[in-house]
């Protein structure tokens, strides 16, 4: 089983920047498509970016242009840059493998916008 820890989260006001990231237990991530959820407050949990093992990237519509996922895969690990963020980006974030199969979830990072 992979372990996944999120982090860099926070509170930030409208227009500013957080980086998260995303650290996986296996070398096993560096095969796999990984991607980026949130779950806001009474909501169901969304995908937000995808990447896969190449680095070929997709966004929904809400963080096109605003929103950059990465990966390093020599160190395990999946980013997401947010830029000019918005209070209706406030939600966990929380990362995990591309596909219906997942590995259990972690904890996610808290990342709060204030208008």
């Known amino acids: 089983q992979v372990q996944l820890v999120e982090s860099g989260g926070g509170l930030v006001q409208a227009g500013g920047s957080l980086r998260l990231s995303c650290a996986a237990s296996?070398?096993?991530?560096?095969?796999?498509?990984m991607d980026w959820y949130r779950q806001a407050p009474g909501k169901q949990r969304d995908l937000v970016a995808s990447?896969?093992?190449?680095?070929?990237?997709n966004y929904v519509d809400s963080v096109k242009g605003r929103f950059t996922i990465s990966r390093d895969n020599a160190k395990n690990t999946v980013y997401l840059q947010m830029n000019s963020l918005k209070p209706e980006d406030t939600a966990v974030y929380y990362c995990?493998?591309?596909?219906?199969?997942?590995?259990?979830w972690g904890q996610g990072t808290q990342v709060t916008v204030s208008s």
């Open positions: 995990n493998i591309h596909g219906v199969f997942k590995w259990a």
């Open positions: 990447i896969t093992s190449a680095g070929n990237t």
């Open positions: 296996r070398s096993i991530f560096s095969i796999v498509a």
